[in-house]
């Protein structure tokens, strides 16, 4: 039974920074790929980030590269999202995203497990 919720979700000022987190159960992240996706209503769901937790082998998508980073505490069995300089295009509900295998990619449908996400609302 894998249960994974997001928190930390808020209101920001574009170009201010926040956190948020992932914690899981019912599987370990060691041998796993975690991900972070967005999704405004009406678009498509958007890859934002992903880790090998493993290998720690890291990718961004392209509209957060350098912005971004994403991290676990393995111990904890907790993903973390840290952005910074965020603007109003960040504007999403934010989800965490666990996949079966060891590696995935950065489509939705590589991921098996989903969290309810949190919404993360940058000001102009």
């Known amino acids: 039974q894998v249960q994974l919720v997001e928190s930390g979700g808020r209101l920001v000022q574009g170009g201010g920074s926040l956190t948020i987190s992932c914690s899981a159960s019912?599987?370990?992240?060691?041998?796993?790929?975690m991900g972070w996706f967005r999704q405004v209503r009406g678009k498509e769901r958007e890859f934002v980030a992903s880790?090998?937790?493993?290998?720690?082998?890291?990718t961004y998508g392209d509209s957060v590269k350098g912005r971004f980073t994403i991290s676990t505490n393995s111990a904890k069995n907790t993903l973390y999202l840290q952005m910074s300089n965020l603007k109003p295009e960040d504007t999403a509900v934010y989800y965490c995203?666990?996949?079966?295998?060891?590696?995935?990619?950065?489509?939705?449908?590589?991921?098996?497990?989903w969290g309810q996400g949190t919404q993360v609302t940058v000001s102009s």
């Open positions: 880790i090998s937790v493993i290998s720690d082998v890291r």
């Open positions: 995203a666990a996949s079966r295998a060891r590696w995935a990619g950065t489509r939705p449908n590589e991921y098996d497990y």
């Open positions: 019912g599987m370990p992240f060691t041998n796993h790929e």
